[in-house]
């Protein structure tokens, strides 16, 4: 277990905000786990996981014991005829992880291409672009739980997947009255994901349900396209549209898509016509938080040293110098005039996606 003080957490967050963790433990095996869980003083403390930072908003120094997760290791568990099932450590790079299991003919991943972060973040935030969350290509994960020092497997059941969700966002039951069932659920700053198992089917389907990836097929004229041919698509269309946090700080979109009723939907559209939606499976209807923030005339406005990017209005970012960084409070103060501005024209509460800190 290496234990550092005093670190700048500044390269380890996608927005280049400008903070330092009191301690930060670099945790490289479930053994540094133990470790950090029998020590006397560290062990009592409560900890912040940090994998790519990339859905991250720090609002200041982190007084909690930062675990910089750098667990590594891919490798193939299980080749059958239906599916491939490969597991990965959580300290892995998540788009490295999807160029690898194409390199070596496992195609399946290639429409999560270039999302930033690591593979252990990747169940907790049920990542997803263009017609694949990380669900439908799940099928396991390892975790270690600092209250009892055990470690557990959960299945995708037990994960309790939804939009940009799972039990690792929630904050674990508490104790409910004598006689009565624990209030809330959830896994929130008690486990840590050590290694994720993803199922990879076969034979594989392209996933070409997107506008954007069937504008990509027709320029190409390619009626049957490789998977590898999609993820390279994905990888342009996201440059095109997202900028690169190594020249452009950000935390890469903002603000979680909402959901309407079709009568609220309906009712916008009467107002809106032009309102960009999308009906879901469970009969409700999905409205892209990008056109609404730009219908507010947010797009490429800057508050202090926070901006809104001016090719895609979903994306905040740090228009500030490494030596004059914006602060997470600049951010929070230009989200929530944004969230403000959206609910007194449309009536819609946005939510962020970045966890603030």
């Known amino acids: 277990m290496v234990v550092e003080k005093n670190v700048s957490l500044q390269p380890y967050n996608s927005f280049g905000i400008a903070a330092r963790a009191q301690t930060l433990v670099r945790v490289r095996s479930v053994q540094d786990l133990q470790a950090l869980r029998a020590d006397p003083v560290l062990g009592r403390r409560p900890v912040f996981v940090l994998g790519g930072g990339s859905n991250v908003v720090l609002t200041g120094d982190v007084e909690r014991v930062v675990l910089k997760m750098e667990i590594r290791g891919r490798r193939l568990v299980q080749e059958g005829a239906r599916a491939w099932t490969i597991e990965v450590g959580a300290g892995e790079s998540w788009h490295e992880t999807v160029a690898w299991t194409l390199a070596q003919g496992w195609p399946g991943l290639e429409n999560l291409a270039l999302i930033p972060g690591t593979v252990g973040a990747a169940p907790v935030q049920n990542i997803g672009a263009y017609g694949v969350e990380l669900q439908d290509r799940f099928e396991s994960l390892d975790g270690f739980d600092l209250a009892t020092g055990e470690t557990f497997t959960l299945d995708a059941a037990q994960c309790a997947f939804g939009y940009r969700d799972s039990v690792f966002k929630h904050a674990p039951a508490l104790p409910g009255a004598p006689g009565s069932a624990p209030r809330g659920m959830g896994l929130a700053g008690r486990a840590i994901i050590t290694h994720v198992r993803l199922r990879l089917p076969r034979p594989w389907v392209p996933q070409l349900g997107y506008l954007d990836l069937e504008r990509k097929r027709a320029e190409a004229g390619v009626a049957h396209p490789s998977a590898q041919q999609i993820f390279d698509w994905v990888c342009e269309i996201r440059r095109a549209k997202l900028p690169d946090p190594d020249t452009l700080g950000n935390a890469g979109s903002f603000f979680k898509n909402p959901t309407v009723t079709p009568e609220q939907c309906q009712d916008i559209i009467a107002r809106e016509p032009r309102i960009v939606h999308y009906p879901m499976p469970d009969g409700s209807v999905k ?12 797009k490429g406005k800057t508050v202090g040293r926070a901006g809104v990017y001016d090719k895609q209005a979903l994306v905040l970012v740090n228009r500030g110098t ?6 997470g409070g600049e951010v929070m103060t230009l989200a929530k005039a944004i969230q403000t501005s959206v609910y007194e024209r449309f009536g819609i509460r946005l939510e962020p996606e970045p966890v603030v800190v």
Not at 287 to 298: E, R, S, T
Not at 322 to 327: C, F, Y
């Open 287 to 298: 409205l892209a938080a990008g056109w609404l923030i730009d219908a507010c005339g947010w």
């Open 322 to 327: 490494p030596e004059d960084s914006v602060t």
